[in-house]
């Protein structure tokens, strides 16, 4: 599934308004203390072999933050969460408190990421991982399903819909009962069959709310052998966005329409038929859907009959279109679609592939997304020794859809504005973002699909590598985009942004339930799973490492696998001691600062690890876990990738000081502390043209982490930043600008001279490289240089700079009265978001009126992500009365209230509201919880104060937080860290903004 839609939590925008979604988890976190020369120097050594891994390593277990002040919230691949991999119990188990409703609450399947423990709930002391098979909340398995055909009718008046399923068993021990997952299924009758003939019926229907098992109890025994169970019942169309539900939109006469689709990941397949709904179950599906002569139906295979029925629904004739019986796969992959839905096709790949969309969409504006998805498959299948083994692929654009996309076999759902491209209407950072979203969900065709954890703590083996994959595959088809110089700034800072956190989580988190799976569809599955992954891809190599992928997948087809099964592959590949090493990763929570001094005399450095936390008081306990830390020492030679920190510290011979870099390209997962003076250095090596692009993205990050957590003050970044007044690249500049926004983020409470000298700075920076390349857009633009352009000019007009203000405030009113090729969508989301921080009602109501009259979905997420920016008392409520208002539809309810968090009226307006409105917030997003976690973190999370923490705090004292626990724990946690940066260097950045000339 792609997180990149949106929801949980904090967006931290990669830039600006402008620059759409690369949804980031960022750090808020710069440099480091001196450590004495102590040990001998070795010689640089080789990786080290298993025996000296089992030697030097304990094995041991072991963000949000406010988004800057400028630049806006914006979907990508979304959200955050954590827990610990530490307590015996589930780390999600909490004793609940009193409910503030009576609503029912259910389990989200898409992925948005609360845990369920609060930080303060977990013992982190990076002690031993408990067996993450203990406790397990599983069905028995006396029977085990082995097929399941399935035939739904769905009631678009009454949003029920009527179902039957035949299910195939395997009795593996003589049984008089059957447990199975079901939720809001109401059973009519459960009767064993065989053919046409009633073996024996139900004696009892039991429910566990529970657990969400019904238990079928027998009239008599069933026997080893086969037998079949069918179950006739009634299920809710709902309108949560799980299992299967109902979308609207609007139709092109105006109207309403309504289509029925569905979302079972991670465990909500149960709301739709009675089912094992755990992926080790794996079973062949047979599909038939009955419904109006002109609405169309898909399902995960191709269509093997249709006929003519009598519905005994509506007494009318329907259509009954029956599907091939698929593959084995899991329950969460099923999927099924009814409605008026148009498509193109293209015939470029082995199979047919389709982009479907309902009347409220242009059918067209899937065109880039089909023909990328052609040429991705055959990539995949090139590169994966694997064929595509489905008849077709539909690729479908659902109206409203929690997650940004769901990765059904052959079936894929997607949010509209994450398949759909309107060239014209998008800019270039959208563009690249559906690419990688579609890129994404057609890896998990074999990673996740063909190939597939046998149980939820496995879930980063699914989106781990279908996020490298994404990567991976928009390198090869659009180099010039160079995305793997914003893996840096995206993915890793991502990974280490949530890993800083106490509140943070193995990458194989013990899962005890199957509801407790949807908190941990996150940065760390996501991207700290990519990010081991290509971390041994340049151990191994990434010829090794895929030949080690093509092992993996041709063992494993259609099976389930542990982690451990694919370090065996890439073992077999590469024969290197791939378990040892990568076990520490995947199994401990957190990562290392390595800190670096140097021995002129000898020639050599020292390092020494240890975990990383933003708030910077790590203590012993939580210090235990030492990490193979592969060093990748750049110098003038070029790249030594054979240095390897294998125990707390070590001291390496180098053959000229005058020159040297860690953690080369950043393809490790660890901060570098480096000294004043190595810093100092290494900014004028960037300048010598010595370091790449990754580097110098890189060292600003870390530089950046580490003065959050108290390693250097916050004066040294900001000089560090100054200094790369020559820098050339995006990439580069796009981490420099959000390194000052999360100071600015920070000190948003704080003395407006300080404020205000900040902003004086980032125009400082910017304004004179905007108005050199300018904000008009040709066709002779490159990608990147379009995201450059758009970037710096939004960081100057949101700065101050008045050529910028001015040049927006005559686009926006030429766009306003009609002319729409006034603004380039490269630039919308700044010029919208100026036209509100340098404007008032008149231009307050000119947006809003724009977001009810535009049927394009990136167009009117834009005025979403901006309306927040208006500080004006009035107009502040009238964003917060707009977002329960009913105009907005769950699936972006978080989106109006982002824009509140880059000024200190809305960040404190946000909380009082949600307190004032909790009621009726936790009314409509109890049955979402991720969602209901997002607006947790964001009406929570920007504070600064003592005094803010513990209004959080004494507010949610006596509420049930079970279901968004997680994300108030990493709002606390950030919370706390501005806290301590602001006690430590309050006055720090109050002296260096004076000194430099930014405020009297």
């Not at 710069?30 to 102590?38: F, K, R």
């Not at 031993?128 to 397990?136: F, L």
């Not at 240089?785 to 927006?808: T, W």
């Not at 009226?905 to 409509?924: D, V």
Request: proline share 5%; hydrophobic share 35%.
């Amino acid at each position: 599934m792609s997180s990149r839609a949106a929801c949980r939590a904090e967006f931290v925008p990669r830039t600006f308004p402008s620059t759409p979604p690369r949804l980031r988890f960022r750090p808020r976190t710069l440099l480091s203390a001196s450590v004495p020369v102590s040990t001998p120097i070795p010689s640089i050594t080789a990786a080290p072999n298993v025996a000296q891994w089992r030697r030097n390593h304990a094995w041991r277990t072991s963000v949000l933050t406010s988004p800057p002040s400028y630049g806006l919230d914006l979907p990508r691949l979304a959200s955050h969460t954590s827990l610990s991999c530490l307590p015996r119990s589930s780390p999600f188990k909490k004793t609940r408190a009193t409910p503030t409703s009576t609503n029912p609450v259910r389990y989200c399947s898409y992925r948005r990421h609360n845990m369920c423990r609060l930080a303060g709930d977990l013992d982190h002391t990076g002690g031993a991982s408990p067996d993450p098979t203990q406790g397990r909340e599983l069905l028995p398995t006396n029977v085990v399903p082995t097929h399941y055909d399935v035939t739904l009718e769905p009631d678009f008046v009454k949003y029920t819909f009527e179902g039957k399923v035949l299910i195939d068993f395997d009795v593996r021990e003589e049984t008089k009962s059957i447990s199975l997952h079901t939720i809001e299924v109401d059973i009519h009758s459960a009767q064993i069959k065989s053919g046409e003939t009633t073996v024996s019926s139900s004696s009892a229907i039991t429910y566990d709310e529970s657990k969400q098992v019904t238990k079928i109890e027998l009239k008599d025994a069933l026997p080893k052998g086969k037998t079949q169970l069918e179950i006739k019942y009634t299920g809710q169309l709902n309108d949560q966005m799980a299992g299967f539900y109902r979308s609207t939109y609007k139709k092109p006469d105006g109207s309403e329409g309504i289509l029925a689709t569905t979302q079972m990941e991670a465990n909500d397949c149960r709301r739709a038929f009675p089912c094992f709904d755990e992926p080790m179950h794996k079973a062949k599906f047979t599909v038939t859907l009955i419904a109006d002569k002109h609405l169309t139906c898909l399902s995960n295979m191709d269509v093997a009959s249709e006929s003519e029925v009598h519905s005994e629904m509506s007494g009318s004739t329907k259509t009954a279109v029956k599907f091939n019986t698929t593959p084995l796969m899991s329950t969460y992959l099923v999927a099924f679609i009814i409605g008026e839905l148009n498509y193109i096709e293209t015939k470029k790949f082995r199979v047919p592939i389709r982009v479907y969309a309902p009347p409220s969409s242009d059918i067209e504006h899937g065109r880039f997304s089909l023909e990328l998805a052609a040429r991705t498959l055959e990539y995949y299948e090139k590169i994966f020794g694997a064929d595509f083994p489905l008849p077709k692929m539909d690729m479908v654009a659902i109206p409203d859809f929690a997650a940004g996309a769901m990765e059904n076999w052959g079936l894929i759902t997607y949010r509209v504005v994450d398949l759909m491209l309107d060239e014209k209407a998008s800019g270039a950072a959208m563009k690249e973002r559906v690419a990688e979203v579609v890129q994404h969900e057609l890896a998990h065709q074999w990673f996740g699909n063909l190939v597939t954890m046998d149980w939820w703590e496995g879930l980063w083996l699914n989106e781990g590598f279908a996020t490298l994959m994404s990567w991976l595959s928009c390198n090869h088809f659009y180099p010039e985009w160079k995305v793997w110089e914003t893996y840096v700034t995206d993915n890793l800072q991502s990974a280490l942004g949530l890993d800083s956190l106490r509140s943070s989580h193995p990458i194989e988190v013990p899962v005890k339930r199957a509801s407790e799976v949807d908190q941990i569809f996150d940065a760390i599955s996501y991207s700290k799973g990519s990010c081991v992954l290509r971390m041994i891809s340049t151990y191994l190599g990434e010829e090794t490492f895929l030949e080690g992928v093509r092992r993996y997948i041709k063992k494993h087809a259609y099976g389930n696998t542990q982690t451990n099964d694919l370090w065996a592959a890439l073992e077999d590949a590469s024969g290197k001691p791939v378990r040892e090493i990568m076990s520490i990763w995947t199994k401990n929570v957190g990562f290392p600062v390595v800190q670096v001094t140097e021995n002129e005399k000898e020639s050599a450095i020292h390092v020494k690890q240890n975990r990383f936390l933003r708030t910077g008081d790590t203590k012993p306990e939580e210090d235990k876990v030492l990490y193979p830390v592969f060093l990748g020492l750049r110098s003038k030679d070029g790249v030594d990738e054979s240095l390897t920190l294998s125990k707390r510290e070590d001291t390496f011979k180098v053959k000229d000081l005058d020159f040297f870099k860690l953690n080369a390209n950043h393809t490790s997962i660890y901060r570098t502390s480096y000294t004043p003076e190595r810093l100092t250095k290494l900014g004028q090596s960037a300048k010598d043209g010595l370091l790449t692009v990754e580097d110098r993205a890189g060292i600003i990050a870390d530089a950046g982490a580490l003065a959050v957590s108290g390693y250097q003050k916050t004066s040294g970044v900001l000089n560090l930043l100054k200094g790369f007044d020559t820098e050339a690249s995006f990439v580069v500049w796009s981490e420099i600008i959000a390194r000052v926004a999360t100071v600015q983020s920070a000190w948003i409470f704080e003395d407006a001279t300080v404020k205000d000298g900040l902003e004086a700075f980032v125009k400082d920076l910017v304004s004179e490289r905007a108005h050199r390349l300018g904000w008009v857009f040709s066709d002779k633009d490159g990608h990147v240089e379009q995201q450059f352009k758009a970037m710096l000019f939004g960081a100057a007009g949101m700065a101050g700079d008045q050529k910028v203000i001015a040049d927006a405030k005559a686009m926006f009113k030429k766009y306003m009265d009609g002319d729409k090729s006034a603004i380039h969508p490269n630039i919308r989301g700044s010029v919208f978001s100026m036209a509100l921080k340098y404007g008032g009602e008149e231009e307050y109501d000119a947006i809003l009126n724009f977001y009810r009259k535009s049927t394009n979905s990136d167009e009117r997420n834009t005025a979403l992500r901006c309306i927040g920016r208006a500080k004006n008392p009035a107009l502040i409520q009238r964003t917060l009365d707009f977002v329960l208002g009913g105009e907005v539809k769950s699936q972006d309810i978080y989106l109006p209230t982002s824009g509140l968090r880059s000024h200190a009226e809305g960040i404190e307006s946000l909380f009082s509201w949600m307190t004032k409105e909790w009621p009726e917030i936790y009314k409509r997003l109890s049955g979402n919880p991720p969602i209901l976690g997002s607006m947790v973190s964001i009406c929570t999370s920007s504070f600064a104060k003592q005094e803010q923490l513990d209004k959080v705090e004494a507010f949610f004292k006596d509420k049930d937080i079970e279901f968004f626990a997680q994300p108030l724990a990493q709002s606390k946690d950030a919370i706390r860290s501005k806290i301590a940066w602001l006690a430590r260097d309050r006055n720090d950045v109050a002296t260096w903004v004076k000194e430099n000339g930014y405020s009297s």
